[in-house]
């Protein structure tokens, strides 16, 4: 929503503005690369005063104020993203009631190849109205084309930071064809810095949850000298193998040195044989390395499947007690398992004190690619915790907007989860997921697994890594 102006438009703005956009509607829409809009067109009047104010509120409104209104009822606006299946009926039981009120419909397409056929759309000037991008380097790589619409004069910039943590808003801001723009908007986020534990028999155990890395490493200890492994860890993943302890070290990364580090790292300025980025993977290393510590010992790591690698947990008693994943791992826990009750978690402490408690996340980014006040409408929507709120009840992700209530959480665990995004010092993406595909999907994988296995050394190992951003 946007601030409320005073200002007033002439008689002749008004005109040229209208005859501007008339022509433009009969021009075929408006979009910014061409793609034709079959929509039909809002009142004049209202579009000629959107454009004007840039952003900012007429008398009669934001655009989500006006859709709610009615204004836009009649219209289209297209989505296109990854969600499909029991996803895509999640999304869209999200958006049905402000269809309802509105009258806008918002068509979404689902798609198991989104990432292959963004490009190709976009490409060909027939590109969404809204895109859900799952991860925001290949956004990045499409706003520096000058294809996707700059948010900032769309969206109330105060209200955003009223309603976003600043780490969502720096991450939203991209390099675009004529300098950094808002390329997008958070709608939806998935947290990453958890350590999950039985939680039953943690506590019949008398084990207390580690506010701290060094309480967390000593408890470690601790278990094992009880005769456990504290850790049980899985990499493998087919030809994905070697992901997941690209988090482990992106989640150190953020405790070990500054987010300005981080986001060097993440854009190939600090490469992976610099000091800080071997001293992550040292740390990660006194857990991994460390026999005693892991369930299987190290070279099960790589064999163990990451969607596995949480059962010893839930073995009665558990053969281990402590698993690094995000909270999509709860869909590999046993289905008669509890949460809160037979399993819980704990953020995964700090390190260093100066750089506070970072919390690494995934999610998805929405960009618009056609500028028109309904879809400008359906933008503001998303930006509002509203947007997600059935979708945070049926469980499964976690809100990134301040305005999304606790009180909608269906478990103590996911309240705690959103609580943990709102107060985040530092948020940033996973890391992996915004280097270059031939790093982050390719030479980050590879060579992590094959430090772990034992067929290379860690410093060749990250030379290896780094041999993706060299080529």
């Not at 300005?260 to 600090?270: H, I, M, Q, S, T």
């Amino acid at each position: 929503m946007k601030k409320s102006s005073t200002r007033k438009v002439t008689l002749p703005l008004v005109v040229c503005l209208s005859f501007a956009l008339m022509l433009s509607a009969c021009g075929g829409g408006n979009s910014n690369n061409g793609a034709a809009s079959t929509d039909p067109p809002a009142k004049t009047n209202n579009q000629a005063a959107n454009s004007t104010n840039s952003g900012t509120d007429t008398a009669a409104g934001s655009p989500l104020d006006l859709a709610m209104e009615g204004e836009y009822k009649g219209t289209k606006v297209t989505v296109f993203g990854p969600f499909v299946d029991a996803d895509q009926v999640k999304f869209e039981n999200s958006i049905k009631e402000f269809e309802e009120k509105t009258g806008i419909d918002i068509q979404y397409e689902g798609s198991k190849e989104f990432e292959a056929t963004i490009n190709i759309r976009v490409d060909g000037g027939n590109a969404p109205d809204i895109a859900d991008f799952p991860q925001p380097g290949l956004l990045a790589a499409i706003a520096k084309t000058g294809k996707v619409i700059d948010l900032t004069d769309v969206l109330d910039q105060e209200k955003m930071k009223t309603n976003y943590n600043k780490s969502w808003l720096d991450m939203s801001t991209m390099d675009g064809k004529d300098g950094q723009i808002m390329a997008g908007i958070w709608n939806r986020s998935n947290v990453k810095s958890l350590v999950w534990y039985p939680k039953k028999q943690f506590d019949e155990a008398g084990y207390k949850v580690p506010e701290t890395w060094d309480e967390m490493m000593a408890l470690t200890e601790q278990i094992a000298k009880d005769g456990d492994p504290a850790w049980t860890i899985g990499i493998e993943s087919g030809a994905a193998t070697g992901w997941a302890a690209t988090d482990w070290v992106e989640d150190i990364m953020l405790r070990t040195t500054s987010p300005e580090n981080y986001d060097k790292w993440v854009k190939g300025e600090l490469p992976f044989t610099s000091p800080e980025v071997k001293h992550a993977v040292e740390v990660m290393s006194q857990i991994w390395m460390n026999k005693d510590y892991v369930y299987g010992g190290t070279k099960s790591i790589v064999t163990t499947a990451f969607g596995d690698a949480p059962k010893p947990m839930f073995d009665n008693p558990p053969k281990a007690w402590f698993h690094r994943q995000g909270n999509f791992i709860t869909s590999f826990f046993p289905e008669t398992a509890k949460v809160d009750v037979d399993y819980d978690w704990f953020y995964l402490p700090s390190i260093d004190p100066q750089y506070g408690k970072p919390v690494l996340v995934a999610g998805d980014i929405y960009a618009m690619f056609n500028d028109r006040p309904e879809v400008r409408a359906v933008m503001e929507f998303f930006t509002t915790g509203e947007s997600v709120k059935s979708w945070v009840q049926s469980g499964g992700m976690i809100a990134p907007m301040n305005d999304a209530s606790l009180d909608w959480y269906s478990s103590e665990s996911d309240r705690r989860m959103a609580k943990l995004v709102q107060d985040a010092s530092t948020l940033r993406f996973d890391g992996s997921d915004l280097m270059p595909g031939k790093v982050g999907a390719g030479t980050f994988w590879k060579g992590m697994t094959d430090y772990v296995s034992g067929t290379a050394t860690l410093d060749q190992a990250l030379e290896q890594i780094q041999s993706g951003w060299n080529n």
